[in-house]
């Protein structure tokens, strides 16, 4: 499949291979371009050379980077794997912008796994 419609705010996007290729690109800048670049090192490098975007039924993937929305908003998540009791997520907020996706914000959230 070459195309997602996603629905975001008020209205409907596709989402195609060329369009995550291109977010691809601007999520590593955006890690480029963090605070301290140095934590994100590896997360550059599995984008740079592992991380071919995949569209499914549903979804679409930059590697491990899914695409979700939530509450109004897009966003480009990395769970990390393997599982484990306390669980880091990477966060890119992405923002349609003059035309194309854009990263807004990289963040990160920790989740304790159920007992």
């Known amino acids: 499949k070459d195309t997602l419609l996603i629905a975001y705010k008020d209205s409907t996007y596709q989402m195609t291979i060329g369009s995550l290729k291109q977010l691809k690109l601007r999520l590593i800048e955006a890690l ?7 934590a ?15 569209i499914t039924d549903s979804t679409a993937f930059i590697g491990q980077w899914r695409l979700k929305t939530e509450r109004q908003s897009l ?7 393997p599982r484990a009791p306390l669980m880091l997520f990477h966060l890119a907020e992405l923002v349609f ?10 963040t990160y959230k920790k989740v304790w796994g159920k007992p």
């Open 97 to 106: 912008a003059d035309g194309q996706w854009k990263v807004k914000k990289i």
């Open 40 to 54: 994100y090192g590896y997360l550059i490098e599995e984008l740079q050379r592992y991380s071919h975007p995949i």
């Open 32 to 38: 480029k371009q963090q605070q301290s670049p140095e």
């Open 75 to 81: 966003w480009l998540e990395r769970q990390q794997m």
